[in-house]
């Protein structure tokens, strides 16, 4: 089991490459045809690079605005014209659509994604785990290079003997980085942690809460429930695969919530699947169907109280569970829409809810003796041992408790390291349900009804509440105001904006509007 202990974090250490010696650099080439080195993760840098081909990516800069990477200034406003269509449709989180002009910038690349994304490929088949050392591979937006990772202890030697390699296989040599990392990351698992708020017996069982897992050798180990999700129909729950007696292979652990009170069993982590002379998997994750003892709470995740400071520095989060806001929701699933810079939050056995910034996208992992983790995610949040597992989300709404589920925790070496969501039913396979069913949702309104009329002819108009909590009060206003009902009916004698102000059972209130143009003469429609 020594995957399990805590090891000293070594500093990251990011170094610029040089050309070989002797070796000619290669300059920036011709745009190329990337479609077999796109992974789902980058979908929407391939969308990018179809609108602005020499684009290289975008990520989220330390204000919250967009930095999107174009190698050619004649790209650029295709490149800006394409991120306004992803901000307006919302597949870009926090970006304030009206200000968007300020919130989006072009910053120059010297290599494009494709390119990239092809020498990334190359150096996965070719040097990642199989030269001494290289145990991560990264296709950075950030710094718009291929970083590899190497341990410390071959981290001097090697850098000049992967330049060589991957000059051979034609590769620029200027657009490889190297950064030191540890070999293998600290698992976040941990040998009967001292009990806390969320280690506690509770029903339903959700995500964030404390569990023990018996290992084959008896012991038992502490970890964090991601999720509870039906999978083929079968009620579970779902945590880091280290968690169990063997990584990535079928076990029968059981799972307990305060022992003796066993809650679950492991029943699907399937083997690594075959890539080249390697084994792979895209998650650290398995699959423990429920004993029944307990009912899974599908889509819920356990609310404390408050978040810690933020970052790498900002210490543990609260472990009380909020009472008044004692779940988030899952309202929806994080697949592509993940990018350097976005905040994720993450609950914890052991560090409670912390939060911080993704660091890195799609990292590729090499774990001695013979296998490859293929894009992992890391963020700078707080992490220790015991939160491996615990879930790892967005939040969309605070006053609602609605969230996107990103993915499970699994490690830490200089970032925390998760896996994605969409790599997890991928590897364990099967129809999930991991959403909650009737989540509460912030309250909206719209009015229904004709939007040009008669002169002086009498129409209805309708309340369209949505969210909230029922039943709904309504107030109308302007030249129908006073009406307090679902709907009113009044007439009009000149352009006009009806207004409607709608109230929950909690108090929470909206207000909008309908402009109404009265048409010339006396015509119904105009």
């Not at 020594?2 to 745009?31: D, S, W």
């Not at 034609?170 to 009967?192: E, H, I, L, R, S």
């Not at 699947?273 to 650290?284: E, K, L, N, P």
Request: charged share 15%; proline share 6%.
């Amino acid at each position: 089991m020594n995957r399990k202990y805590v090891v000293t974090l070594l500093l990251l250490l990011m170094l610029p490459l040089a050309a070989p010696p002797r070796a000619e650099a290669v300059k920036p080439g011709p745009l190329v045809d990337f479609s077999a080195h796109v992974r789902p993760e980058e979908q929407p840098f391939a969308d990018l690079a179809l609108k602005a081909p020499s684009s290289a990516g975008f990520y989220y800069d330390s204000t919250g605005g967009v930095v999107v990477l174009v190698r050619d200034a004649a790209h650029d406003a295709a490149a800006l014209a394409h991120m306004h269509n992803l901000a307006t449709s919302h597949h870009l989180r926090g970006l304030d659509i009206e200000k968007r002009t300020g919130n989006v910038r072009v910053a120059r690349a010297q290599y494009t994604f494709s390119q990239l994304a092809a020498w990334r490929d190359i150096a996965f088949d070719h040097v990642l785990g199989q030269m001494d050392g290289v145990v991560s591979l990264d296709l950075d937006e950030v710094s718009n290079r291929v970083t590899l990772g190497i341990t410390a202890d071959q981290f001097a030697s090697m850098q000049g003997k992967v330049r060589e390699k991957l000059h051979s296989l034609g590769v620029d040599p200027a657009a490889v980085a190297f950064k030191q990392v540890k070999q293998p990351p600290t698992y976040d698992t941990v040998f009967n942690p001292p009990n806390t708020i969320n280690d506690q017996t509770s029903d339903p069982i959700a995500g964030g809460l404390a569990m023990h897992i018996q290992n084959n050798d008896g012991g038992l180990y502490g970890c964090t429930i991601g999720f509870a999700a039906q999978r083929d129909g079968v009620a579970g729950l779902v945590t880091a695969s280290h968690c169990t007696s063997n990584l990535f292979n079928p076990d029968t652990d059981p799972v307990f919530q305060l022992y003796p009170r066993q809650i679950a069993t492991a029943s699907v982590d399937p083997d690594a699947y075959t890539c080249g002379i390697y084994r792979c998997r895209g998650a650290d994750a398995a699959f423990f169907s429920s004993t029944n003892v307990a009912p899974m709470g599908v889509g819920l995740i356990a609310r404390t109280t408050a978040p810690n400071g933020g970052g790498p520095g900002g210490g543990i989060g609260s472990f009380t569970i909020d009472q008044n806001h004692p779940y988030w929701y899952i309202t929806g699933e994080e697949q592509e829409n993940l990018y350097v810079g976005q905040r994720v939050d993450k609950l914890g056995a052991t560090t409670g809810w912390t939060y911080g910034s993704i660091t890195d996208t799609c990292v590729d992992r090499y774990y001695w003796p013979n296998t490859k983790m293929r894009c992992a995610y890391e963020a700078n949040y707080v992490s220790d041992s015991g939160d491996s597992g615990g879930p790892v989300f967005v939040i969309t709404d605070w006053d609602y408790s609605n969230v996107t589920l990103a993915g499970i925790h699994s490690a830490h070496d200089d970032h925390a390291i998760f896996a994605k969501l969409a790599r997890i039913k991928s590897d364990l396979g099967g129809i999930w349900v991991v959403r909650y069913p009737n989540p509460p949702l912030r309250l909206s309104a719209s009015i229904s009804g004709p939007t040009s009329v008669a002169a002086g002819q009498t129409y209805t108009w309708s309340a369209a509440p949505y969210g909230g909590t029922p039943p709904y009060t309504y107030q109308w206003g302007g030249p129908v105001s006073g009406g307090t009902s679902y709907s009113t009916t009044g007439a009009l004698y000149s352009d006009d904006v009806i207004g409607l102000t709608v109230w929950d059972a909690t108090g929470a209130s909206v207000y909008t509007t309908l402009y109404v143009t009265v048409c010339p003469d006396n015509q119904v429609t105009c």
